[in-house]
């Protein structure tokens, strides 16, 4: 583990990216205290205030301190997409696991049926399970995990099956293992390395996701500072005010390109190839 | 290709179909909405809404809803929409048509875009150039659609007022017109599929540059144009007509987005209208809609994709 | 007479992130026309950075040190433009690689691609280039050459598609070409055809010629000089055929060691006839029959063959023949149709196959890469074996010292070993079941020469020590020659010879058989 940290680090993606997100899990964490004002906190003196040593980021319509509503939303946005895509990749690692072991009609059955539940944009997916679950945003949350489901148990199943055709897992076979020590001890450990490269990736995605269902209006709702949420409000005063809107989409647009960086620098971290 | 194969492919769709359709429909009827009171408003009389009930079937069983929606669509009867009372079926379709209109271009767009530039950067490995194009495609891939929009809005529509903000003119109208109002849609739509696709071309460029067949080529003293065209082009091109086919799902969900901030009256608008109003007949159909065309895409890349490459195996 | 090729003092660095590494130490050969110069090595020895530099296509991280030289005829390479290479690749030198079904572009017709280089550097016309590669195809004899022109490389065998490659090579008539080990991935006898046809086209056209290869026998053949490399520099060059009678330096006489001579049995002892193992009417499918698709033909049809206590089977034969599916069946990795009888208990199916009979019979695996486990330990590996067949975890030490490895070894993972160490610890992962009976399938392939001769000695000495019965299944005919008390020979999933070295020695053998024994290069003298 501590190796592949190493190895995170001589990347330059993995340096990028996880400085960006120590800068982002502490905002997650501390968000509250480290924001000069209250997100709340209105100032009818001080309503569309630019940029400054006052506000940094600006103010916005209800006079509200922008960087202190970015900081404080943050444990808003980020969480939930990434609890939502680990559980969303849970869910779709096993069903591509079990289609793999399984094989054959099963498994032909299985991956049919992912491709076709694919052929639903996942928007469209997560707008469908949103407006029937109602809005909010442990229902987007829910609606993500979902629609992240299907490509990874489509990715897991391509992945254990080569992990499969390798020989070591025919020697376990051979030895006479059991179903429960090939998949848990043999495969398993070789599989997780490019889920989780991929899982992060798609934590991007998600928080993309989230915001987009959020700027519909489906999901954080008023007067909560997602940041996707905070996008949709301020469109309204994109003339008079447009740091209003460009703070929040450069929070968005970090945050995914840090999980992107991340993503990249782990699939180089942990393939050890050939150093030559 | 073997007529078999052309088979094969085609019940792929018909499933396809089929699985969508269920999820559809089983994920929009258990939509907390009782569709008669959609129909008739809150101050409707109990006699009224039964009346309707009855009409409408909303009293069966759910696989006999299924069945009467499922006969009807494949007589090409989508319903009647609960808002507007007029027959989902055209409407959607005549959405569809302007929703193509802004897939296909902001498609041909990317090609354009990401192509060359993944291949440059193949070329360039490792140099400021390569840099260039990843940089890009980090950002493309890191900025959503809506922030995508709402941006280029402030600086071109709004700042330097170079474009028109938002809107839909028929290309038959005034073409020019139309293509003004179609530049930041199409823009903001293939944004992040020119950040995907270049890095895919990138890639596969890297894998074909590194093979043995183009060492022969060059070892054979063919100029770096000939090899370059002749035989990086087709290799690198082929992997990428499967990705560009599987972005066709994101290309759909975007312009969901990107039709309801231009106000473009496409199949994506008319979805997130009918999905607020809770209009389940068009969420039915517009779903249905998309997906279908999502899986014609595909089959129809697979089928290019034979057509191309000779190596294609037929399993 | 001057040279066509002359390398004189040429040096070459990789640059890694480790810092640089020495691929190529002050490599001096010449080559006079009409020469064929045999340039042997083994993997990492830097045999086909020198064909890339001497085609001046080095990878990005390669630094040439200044001093050297290399010349073609009257061409200083290192100083050519990359303009002024162009017209003299592919029509002063050219080259032939390895893997003909890589080599070629799949998605352009084997006509475009031999006639591109006509257009090219004789400024033929599309169409008389077309015409002259037609010819030039015949000339390679390959049968229907018009209709080949037009397929694509994935409609030709591997043997068509090298012999494409050759006349590509030819096309020009050039003064040097670079072989760089052209029949490794063909079978045995394709690759010995090709060689026959290099020599018909070599007394046509006087061509010189640097072959690679790590394979000494095969070089002593083709060649009239043999240069040895180890670690990037050549230690020494000899006519071909002193270089088995009379090797100078001490690497060359490892290396002629290594090499496995037929006649030298390394297998002395006699085995009683008591049937340990047998496989009765055997047959493996890999795939049934589906809508749309009819059931290929069986991998192996129907195959009888029995192994002895302690004897050692070989199975021979080329890729696709069915050998590596008996190791299939008979370790339960593939279903089979017929019967296995271990020690006379019937074994109908994969489900028999209990405890009793996994531990008695193991196998060890081609690639030492993919054998092993990345994720585990070697001390783990090692201990599964133990645990589920009833061994004791603290015998680690002592299994690794078997196979020649030190015991801290234990705490090591797979990507730290070396090929040949991590085939040792394949071996003794086999051996931690006390088996009666071990399939080795290929064990040997990916192995250097020497490797090759230190595992085969550790698998007899395991043998003498356990008195453990092999199944040898292997494509090289010489080295199972040396430890087989009996070979089987198959061709397309069916025994077409099974004999004892009695046989073989009178003469008793299958047309085909002698067919494969003519094509395996033996050491000369």
Not at chain 3, 299 to 328: C, N, Y
Request: one cysteine or more; aromatic letters at 6%.
């Amino acid at each position: 583990m501590t190796d592949a940290l190493h190895r995170l680090l001589r990347t330059p993606q993995g340096v990028l990216g996880l400085g960006l997100l120590a800068v982002l899990v502490l905002a997650c964490l501390l968000g509250r205290s480290l924001a000069p004002y209250s997100p709340e906190a209105m100032d009818f003196a001080g309503r569309f205030a630019p940029p400054g040593a006052r506000h940094w980021f600006g103010a916005d319509q209800l006079g509200r301190d922008v960087l202190s509503r970015l900081l404080v939303g943050a444990s808003s946005t980020i969480p939930l997409a990434v609890a939502a895509t680990f559980s969303g990749a849970l869910v779709g690692a096993c069903v591509g696991t079990l289609s793999a072991y399984l094989g054959g009609r099963w498994d032909e059955a299985i991956t049919r049926t992912i491709d076709a539940v694919m052929a639903i944009p996942h928007l469209l997916l997560a707008l469908i399970l949103v407006s029937t679950l109602g809005k909010g945003s442990t229902n987007a949350a829910l609606a993500i995990a979902i629609s992240v489901a299907p490509s990874m148990a489509r990715v897991t199943r391509s992945v254990a099956l080569s992990v499969r055709q390798q020989d070591y897992v025919k020697a376990a076979i051979a030895r006479g293992e059991g179903a429960g020590w090939i998949v848990l001890r043999e495969m398993l450990p070789n599989v997780a390395a490019p889920l989780i490269i991929e899982a992060t990736i798609r934590v991007a995605f998600a928080v993309m996701l989230f915001a987009t269902l959020s700027f519909l209006g489906l999901g954080a709702q008023p007067p909560a500072s997602e940041w996707g949420l905070m996008i949709s409000e301020a469109r309204r005063f994109m003339h008079q005010a447009p740091w209003i809107l460009v703070a929040p989409a450069l929070a968005i647009a970090t945050t995914a390109i840090c999980f992107n960086l991340l993503g990249d620098g782990l699939r180089d971290a942990l393939n050890p190839r050939d150093e030559r | 290709m073997t007529l078999a194969w052309l088979l094969r492919r085609f019940f792929t769709v018909l499933y396809t179909l089929l699985v969508v359709s269920v999820l559809v429909f089983g994920l929009t009827q258990i939509l907390p909405a009782d569709a008669a009171v959609t129909l008739l408003g809150e101050n409707a009389t109990p006699a009224a809404l039964a009346a309707v009930r009855e009409r409408l079937g909303l009293g069966d069983p759910a696989w006999l809803q299924y069945w009467h929606w499922l006969s009807a669509l494949l007589q090409g009867d989508f319903g009647t929409s609960m808002r507007t009372s007029q027959p989902v079926g055209p409407a959607m379709f005549t959405a569809l048509g302007r929703s193509l209109l802004l897939g296909g271009a902001s498609l041909v767009v990317m090609l354009v875009i990401a192509v060359p530039l993944g291949m440059w950067a193949a070329l360039r490995r490792g140099k400021a150039a390569d840099l260039m194009s990843s940089l890009v495609s980090y950002l493309g891939v890191s900025f959503p659609e809506f922030v995508t929009a709402t941006l280029l809005l402030i600086v071109v529509a709004d700042y330097f007022q170079l474009l028109p903000a938002t809107g839909y003119v028929p290309p038959g109208e005034d073409l020019a017109d139309s293509i003004r109002h179609l530049i930041l849609p199409v823009v903001t739509v293939s944004l992040i599929m020119v950040a995907h696709v270049s890095r895919m071309v990138r890639s596969e460029t890297i894998d074909v540059l590194n093979s043995d067949y183009i060492r022969a080529a060059r070892l054979k003293g063919l100029p770096p144009r000939t090899v370059l065209l002749r035989h990086v082009l087709r290799n690198a091109l082929l992997p990428t007509v499967t990705i560009v086919a599987l972005d066709v799902g994101y290309l759909l969900g975007g312009i969901i987005v990107v039709e309801e901030i231009f106000a473009i009256p496409g199949i994506g608008r008319a979805l997130i209208v009918a999905i607020t109003s809770r209009d389940l007949p068009s969420i039915q159909a517009g779903a249905v809609i998309m997906a279908a065309t999502y899986a014609v895409a595909n089959t129809l890349a697979d089928i290019a994709y034979v057509l191309i490459d000779r190596r294609i195996r037929y399993d | 007479m001057s040279p066509v090729l002359a390398v004189a003092g040429y040096s070459l660095d990789y640059v890694t992130r480790e810092g640089t590494q020495r691929v190529l130490e002050d490599v001096t050969l010449a080559i006079a026309p009409g020469e064929v110069l045999g340039l042997v090595g083994e993997s990492g020895s830097g045999k086909t950075s020198l064909a890339w530099a001497i085609m001046r296509h080095l990878p990005g991280n390669a630094r040439e040190a200044a001093g050297g030289s290399l010349r073609l005829g009257d061409v200083d390479l290192r100083a050519a433009s990359a303009r002024a290479l162009e017209t003299i690749r592919g029509r002063r030198m050219s080259m032939v690689f390895q893997d003909p079904s890589t080599a070629l572009n799949p998605t352009l017709s084997i006509g475009r691609q031999v006639s591109e280089v006509l257009v090219r550097h004789r400024g033929l016309s599309e169409k008389d280039a077309w015409q002259a590669a037609t010819e030039a195809l015949a000339h390679v004899d390959l049968r229907d050459p018009a209709g080949l022109m037009k397929r694509y490389p994935h409609e030709a065998s591997g043997g068509e598609k090298q012999r494409v490659v050759i006349a590509t090579a030819f096309a020009c008539r050039p003064e040097l070409i670079v072989f760089d080990e052209p029949t490794t991935a063909l079978d045995v006898i394709t690759g010995a055809r090709i060689l026959e046809l290099f020599g018909r086209l070599r007394a046509e056209t006087g061509v010189s010629a640097l072959y690679i290869s790590h394979d000494l026998a095969l070089v002593a053949r083709v060649a009239d000089r043999v240069a040895i490399l180890e670690k990037g520099r050549i230690v020494e060059e000899a006519p071909a055929d002193r270089i088995f009678t009379a090797p100078a330096h001490p690497y060359t006489r490892r290396l002629v060691a290594a090499v496995p001579r037929p006649e030298q049995r390394l297998v002395t002892d006699q085995v009683r006839p008591r049937e340990l193992l047998r496989g009765e009417g055997i047959a493996v499918r890999y795939r049934r029959k589906r809508l749309f698709r009819l059931a290929p033909p069986p991998a192996t049809d129907h195959v009888t063959l029995d192994i002895r206590r302690g004897e050692i089977l070989g199975i021979v034969g080329e890729s696709g023949s069915g050998k590596s599916s008996i190791a299939r069946a008979l370790t339960g990795l593939a279903d089979y149709e017929g019967d296995i009888a271990l020690d006379g208990r019937r074994i109908g199916s994969v489900k028999d196959m209990d405890r009793t009979y996994r531990k008695a019979v193991q196998i060890v695996f081609q690639h030492p890469d993919s054998s092993l486990n990345p994720r585990q330990t070697v001390g783990d590996i090692l201990a599964r074996p133990l645990r589920l067949y009833g061994g004791d975890v603290a015998t680690i030490p002592a299994l690794l010292d078997e196979v020649r490895l030190p015991a801290a070894y234990a705490r090591r993972y797979p990507h730290q070993l070396s090929g040949g160490e991590k085939q040792r610890v394949a071996i003794a992962r086999a051996f931690a079941a006390k088996p009666d009976l071990v399939i080795c399938d290929e064990i040997t392939a990916p192995l250097d020469v020497s490797v090759q001769a230190s595992v085969v000695e550790l698998l007899l000495r395991l043998r003498e020590a356990n008195g453990t019965a092999y199944l040898f299944i292997t494509h090289d005919l010489n080295l199972v020659r040396q430890v087989a008390h009996r070979i089987v020979v198959m061709r397309q999933g069916e025994i077409v010879d099974l004999l004892d070295m009695e046989m073989l020695r009178r003469g008793e053998i299958h047309s085909y058989t002698r067919e494969l024994i003519a094509a395996s290069p033996t050491p000369v003298g």
